[in-house]
Every structure is written in C-alpha cells, then in structure tokens.
C-alpha cells in the first residue's frame, strides 16, 4: 500500500565548492518540490501512518520549520555543508521524516527532492525496504 504527500518550500544554500565565478556559488533561492511517498505492507500503511505522514510534512515546511527560508547548508545546526544540493536535501529530509514516524515506517519512505527551477530530474532516497525502482523518475 502506498501513501504520499508533496510539499513546496522556499529555501536557500550556497554551493561554495563551485568556482567563484558560477551563480551557484553565492547565496540563492529554490523553490523545492519535496514528495514523502511511503510504500509498505497493509499492516503498516494504516490511517495513522497516513495522518502522522500530513503532519510531519506540514511541519517539515511551515513558517519556523526546519526549511522554510532557511540555509539548507547550515541544517544540521552549526557544520556547514559546502554541497547541500537537492540529493543532500533528499537524504536529509529522510533522516528528518523517518525519526518523526514509528520506528518500522522509515525503512518504507521514499523521499524525492527537485529544484525545478535547475533539476531536471528529482533526487531520490529511499528506506532501506522500499520498493526498487530507478534512482531517478520522472514527476
């Protein structure tokens, strides 16, 4: 069974470890497209998890949430992360999302990040027991 839920969220990040002269390297802004998309037995999948799933995304991107309009590269409170592009974002988001469902949900979320505004494609991390499918898929 499956159940998900997109969001949109503004942040902000800079990607130092690009030459100076590229756009990317000073402070910027995205629109990131964020879909939490949980694929499990019935027995887990219940309305619960499908509730718990809406709350954790509404919080993940509401005004003083962990995201919005916030530098992605700073996340992780205090060690910047010179490349907290859209694939970091999506392994982040996941680490965030799971530790906030029950503990067996996580290994089921599949997470997909895309700036579309400069991904062509979504990024994509996925729980260690979701199902395979390519890394990259379009949205």
């Known amino acids: 069974m499956s159940l998900s839920h997109q969001v949109v969220v503004a942040a902000y990040h800079s990607l130092p470890?690009?030459?100076t002269w590229h756009p990317c390297n000073k402070h910027h802004g995205h629109d990131f497209r964020i879909t939490l998309e949980l694929t499990a037995?019935?027995?887990l999948v219940t309305d619960d998890a499908?509730?718990?799933?809406?709350?954790?995304?509404?919080?993940l991107v509401r005004p003083g949430g962990p995201l919005h309009m916030?530098?992605?590269g700073y996340?992780?409170?205090g060690e910047f992360h010179p490349r907290a592009d859209s694939q970091w974002l999506a392994a982040w988001?996941?680490?965030w999302v799971a530790a906030r469902l029950p503990e067996a949900l996580g290994a089921h979320l599949v997470i997909q990040v895309q700036a579309p505004a400069v991904d062509r494609m979504p990024m994509v991390h996925r729980g260690?027991?979701?199902p395979e499918q390519p890394d990259v898929q379009p949205v």
């Open 41 to 43: 037995p019935v027995g």
């Open 70 to 72: 916030e530098e992605l």
């Open 75 to 77: 996340l992780d409170g």
């Open 128 to 130: 260690t027991a979701a």
């Open 17 to 19: 470890i690009l030459p």
């Open 93 to 95: 988001v996941h680490r």
């Open 50 to 59: 499908g509730n718990q799933l809406r709350v954790v995304a509404a919080e």
